[in-house]
Each structure stands twice: as structure tokens, then as C-alpha cells.
């Protein structure tokens, strides 16, 4: 009797959770506003203040957190960056440097994913902040999305410019499936709660992205915009973007801020990110 009433619900289960069967993953939520997750996509090793404006006194923690961010919305799912790619979690940082920088992985992005009961087939749409080593070290995986893309971060990414080391972890996306080419501030879901900011200077289609939120209230989370706290609070600009576009494109998101009643997320920013709630905790 035991055993049989056993038997019934081991079968009722497995008609009534086939999602959550099927992937073996926590069920995936279904809120009914839009949520934000903060996803921790590895660490940069850095001790080079001087390439963004600043002494090593006045950027204090030299390192730069290096999340990804998935927003939830009731008509689909959006990954912002990939972070570092999930190849190096373990590695000891001097096999992995960047240049003069290194790479610190204690988790898979597939992984932090999988915490909040998501597969990257279930990712409906991918952006990129924009295309250097740090934000797309696993974006293959999402090729199957469609791909939310700038022109001229696109050109910049397969053209003769592009980063040999990093090319070949975002190599998928050039013939990808599903690209749309979008330009100017692009409303993802047609309702104003999730838009990305066209932000170019960085790089050339650099991009940042908003977040309305009913509890939190409205986020810009700024891409690689900023990277240190002190580069916004004491107004510093990296030496090298001086020139471009970078100022032109932190006068509008100021001004954004302030008209949307909105605060800024700094990814790299370690002091930022160690007061975040991370996944898979959320922010709605
Ligand atoms: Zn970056």
C-alpha cells in the first residue's frame, strides 16, 4: 500500500514538473514584474589605476568585479554580458593573464545560471555591453539568442580590429542565427522597463542598459562607462578616451539618471559589487 501510494506520486511528479524534471535545475520563476540578478562572472587582477585617471590611492581596491546580468520579464529572458569565460574557473592567475592583468573564476556562468533555474537555450535575448575580452568570454553559448547587436560594435568585433585572444569566444555570433541590428536607446520588451542606452566611446558601439524596477525603482547598470567608483565621484576621465565619445556619453547618462530618478551600477567596481545582492538573490 505504502509502496504503491510511492509509485503514484513519484509518476503524478513527474507529469505535473516536467520543466523542472527535464533540466534538473531549480523550477524557473515565472514573476509577474520584471526582476534583475546579478551573476558573478569572475574577478580582474589589476593594479593600474594611472589607465583610468587615477593614483592607486584614490581608486583604492585596484581589482574589478566582473558580473553579468540577467533581467526576467514576463515576456522573456535577457543576458547583459558574459563575463570571463567559464574555461579558466580554477586556473591559477598567472596561466591566465590578460595582458598585465589576471583572471580570477570560481564559478561558471552555465552554473550561476542553472542556480536560478536557467539554460542558455532559455535565454531569449543577448546584449553585450560591448565586445572586450572581460564581457564576452562566453557569449558562443548564447548564439542561439537573438542577438541585440550595434552596427558598429559588430564591425569593430569582426573587422580587422577585433582581439585575437578574445575573438574566439564570441566567434559564433558573427553568423549567428537570430542578429538584430539596433540603434539609438532600444525599448527590449516595447514597455520602457528594460532599454539599453546607446553609450559609444569605450568602445565604438558601447552600450549601457536601464532597469526599471517596482520596489528598487530604476537602475543603469553602466557597462564599462565607468570602472571605478572615483573615476564618476572625482570626475576622471581614462587618459586615452579623453579624445572620444565617452564624455558625450556620461553627460547623458547623468542626465538620464537624474530625469528617471535612477542610480547607477558600476559592474567593475569592487566596492559596488560587494554590497550587491547576487544570484540567486534578485532585485525587483
Ligand atoms: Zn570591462
Known sequence: MFHRIGLALILLAGLVLPAAAQTGLPALPHPAGVRLYVLDCGTIISNLPENFGLTKDEAGNTNFSDPCFLVMHPKGILLFDTGLPDSHVGRPIYEDMMGREGILKFTTLTGELANIGVTPAMITWLA?????????????????????????????????????????????????????????????????????????????????LYVKLAHTGGVVISGDLYHYSAERRLGRVPPREQGGLTPASRRKVEDFLKANHAQLWIGHAIDWYATAIKAPGWYD
Open 128 to 208: 553585450i555591453s560591448h565586445s572586450h575580452w572581460d564581457h564576452v568570454g562566453n557569449a558562443d553559448a548564447f548564439a542561439g539568442s537573438t542577438w541585440l547587436a550595434r552596427k558598429a560594435e559588430y564591425d569593430f568585433m569582426f573587422g580587422p580590429s577585433a582581439n585575437k585572444q578574445a575573438l574566439p569566444n564570441y566567434s559564433a555570433l558573427e553568423h549567428a542565427p537570430h542578429i538584430r541590428f539596433i540603434d539609438g536607446d532600444y525599448d527590449v520588451f516595447d514597455d520602457g522597463s528594460v532599454v539599453l542606452l546607446s553609450t559609444p566611446g569605450h568602445s565604438p558601439g558601447h552600450q549601457s
